[in-house]
């Protein structure tokens, strides 16, 4: 009680003023406004998977995209005396742990044997003597250029398809969903091998044959939360207001469903590179001497006992990148709608 | 339910029937030869071989007869094989397909839904981060890389498995983890967002509080209501596990039906690519019918309002 009495005590007039009373003044709104994207951008920030994530997606683009200019060397020279080289990597090369100092798994320095002291290949050479690190980074960005290629198709098809379905609804709707119904009950990867053997494979069939199918998940989103969306108040009030359905769509419609559009095109990518690679991994892939990681990874495979190291490094990036995007993804959910959050 | 059943029995065969003929006539806009050694076959013994499978008659006559002899369970025979049955060759290869199937769906079910009930309960522990990290990684790399770093560290460099091939249970070890791993981490994942979604209703607390001991009430109420939506996600997962054994036959040398479709691709034997087609479609469709059914059964609000969501 004395504690209470003293420090009441402590308290001096100047240290109150009087409240404003005025009401055009209590309307201020004191903090910096934020908004969804703002909201969601600060959620995202918190979650270390998802930075990792994307980290790793940035390194592995501009890898992608400078790696095979990196050396000297192009991706499609051949010259067969110097085949199958192990690792060799400047400065690197003089620990001896890392295993990248040009010897192979039965102790010879190959780089020695064949008589390219001089010459340094980051991951190696392959069946054909062709530089591996510049392989590996043009097969990286092919399978990149596929899946994003892949998923935009998905994206434009998709959420047309999706909304008109739910906007128009009745019998549009009815007859869509239908279509959708019987090409749902076909195995996408049937659908897929058929396409491909149909067209000539390569990164354009590839490319149509993911996309026959992929859209689908992404307009049964899109008319799942159009449908949600179009009976509630706020699109009524626009109707009421004498909204044309252009500005319906563009203005209330598109913006609200944006957030699970890029959750899901985070999730079409990964879902593309597995499939490219996949393809590509049983024959009906890229061509050579073009290169996509699954052909790669496939090639190695023939001289996986002795030469791992031709599937160790496409392994592990392919590996990166369909985790990074998996991180991004559920990242992204996450911070789109905290409500999901477990 | 049996008016639920019928209507879903009668789209799903309009569905293969649908399946059936955009096969025959895919395999028909196909390019490349069917024949072996073509450039060693005179004009006349082509003339022949065309004429004994029946390539010389009019498109919607092959058609008809390819239709009619479905009906009858004939998938016509093998260009290549010397004109074997395509039905015999299906039932041969489907042994090692099957087991592999079947043990990496139980292997990783039962795990995934272990690690998915354990994380849930130790929420936020060691136990639910240590799942969530094994449920990205399974979802994320890939099957048949995997499968490449086991033969490579297993199989060559410990020497623990053996690397290829069929011949007893040490040899399905390593595909079935290469299988299982999508499984065990997209069950995992689901089982724990469902028991801890399940965690949070009224009714586990009335439970808690008339004095039912924890473990029947995760036993009895929370495992079995987090149960009932998995079985949404087995459908998927089936179908997902016969792309899965495509690649990984062929990485183990396995003598199942996916590496002999990958072959047949590869040397265009369109009966075989048909019959395999028709065979993998029919048993995707029945697996999404039998969980539709299950779902049904599981949960009354689902046949009640006609199948749809």
């Given at each position: ?8 005590h ?41 930075i990792?994530g ?20 192009d ?14 990597v400047?400065?690197?090369?003089n ?24 010459e340094?290949?980051?991951?190696g ?10 392989r590996?980074w043009q ?7 596929i899946?994003?290629?892949?998923a ?22 009815n007859?869509?969903?239908r ?10 990867l ?46 009524l009030?626009?109707?009421t ?10 203005k ?12 899901t095109?985070m ?7 597995f ?65 999901l959050?477990k | 339910?049996?008016r ?13 029937l ?49 239709m009619?002899n ?55 522990s ?30 060559v ?19 079935t ?26 009714y ?6 008339k ?6 009430v ?8 987090a ?19 495509l ?7 396995i ?15 369109f ?22 059914i ?13 199948g749809?969501?």
């Open positions: 009680m004395s504690m209470k009495q003293e420090k009441l402590d308290l001096t007039d100047d240290m109150f003023h009087p409240a404003n009373i005025d009401e055009s003044e209590s309307e201020v709104i004191a903090g910096e406004s934020t908004g969804f994207w703002k909201d969601a951008w600060r959620r995202l920030k918190k979650n270390p998977g998802a990792i994307l980290v790793i997606i940035f390194l592995v683009t501009f890898l992608a995209i400078f790696g095979p200019m990196m050396n000297e060397h991706y499609r020279t051949q010259e067969l005396t110097r085949a199958k080289l192990p690792a060799k400047p400065v690197l090369e620990i001896g742990f890392l295993g990248v100092n040009g010897v192979d798994i039965r102790g010879v320095d190959q780089y020695e044997a064949k008589g390219y002291e001089n340094y290949f980051w991951f050479t392959d069946e054909f003597g062709r530089d591996q690190w510049t590996v097969g990286t960005r092919i399978s990149l250029f899946a994003a290629a892949a935009f198709i998905d994206f434009v098809i998709g959420v047309a398809y999706g909304g008109i379905s739910a906007y128009y609804g009745g019998r549009v709707d007859v869509l969903q279509i959708i119904e019987v090409l749902v009950g076909i195995p996408n049937i659908l897929i091998i058929l396409a491909i053997l149909i067209f000539e494979p390569g990164i354009f069939s590839i490319i149509v044959a993911l996309s026959l199918t992929g859209w689908v998940g992404m307009s049964r989103i899109v008319r799942g939360q159009v449908l949600k969306l179009k009976t509630q108040e706020f699109v009030a626009s109707r207001l004498g909204a044309t359905s252009g500005r319906v769509i563009g209330h419609l598109i913006p609200n469903v944006l957030g699970q559009i890029i959750i095109t999730f079409t990518i990964p879902g593309a590179i499939f490219e690679a996949f393809l590509s991994f049983i024959g009906l892939g890229i061509r050579p001497p073009e290169a996509s990681l699954g052909s790669i990874i496939n090639n190695g495979f023939s001289s996986l006992q002795i030469y791992p190291h031709l599937v160790l490094w496409p392994s592990i990036i392919i590996s990166l990148i369909m985790i990074a995007f998996n991180l991004v993804g559920d990242g992204l959910r996450d911070a789109f709608d905290p409500k959050r | 339910m049996g639920y059943i019928g209507g879903r029995v009668v789209s799903m065969v309009i569905t293969f649908i399946i059936a003929s955009l096969t025959f006539f895919l395999m028909k806009l196909l390019p490349g030869t069917p024949f072996n050694n073509q450039e060693k076959l005179s004009d006349a013994q082509i003339v022949q071989l065309n004429e004994k499978y029946g390539l010389n008659d009019p498109v919607a006559v092959q058609y008809f007869n390819y009619t479905l009906l009858t369970g004939d998938l016509g025979v093998s260009f290549q094989q010397d004109g074997r049955q395509v039905s015999t060759i299906i039932s041969e290869r489907i042994g090692p397909s099957a087991y592999l199937g079947f043990q990496s769906l139980l292997v990783g079910t039962i795990l995934g839904l272990f690690l998915g009930i354990i994380a849930a309960l130790r929420h936020n060691f136990w639910d981060y240590g799942t969530m990290v094994i449920a990205v990684l399974g979802i994320s790399i890939p099957s048949f890389v995997i499968a490449g770093l086991m033969q490579y560290w297993l199989g460099k410990w020497q623990l498995l053996p690397v290829a091939y069929w011949d007893g249970f040490a040899y399905t070890i390593m595909p983890i290469a299988i299982a791993s999508i499984v065990v981490a997209t069950i995992a994942r689901f089982m724990r967002t469902e028991m801890l979604e399940v965690l949070g209703q009224d586990i607390v009335t439970a808690k509080a004095g039912l001991s924890s473990t029947a995760v036993i009895r109420h929370t495992i079995r209501n149960s009932i939506p998995i079985i949404t996600i087995m459908g998927p997962l089936v179908v997902g596990l016969m792309t899965g054994t690649v990984i036959e062929r990485i183990f040398v003598p199942g039906l996916g590496e002999k479709f990958v072959n047949s691709i590869l040397t265009n034997d009966p075989i690519i048909m019959g395999t087609t028709l065979f993998f479609s029919f048993l995707f469709i029945l697996v999404i019918l039998l969980v539709d299950l779902y049904g059964i599981v949960d009354p609000r689902i046949r009640l309002a006609g749809k969501e």
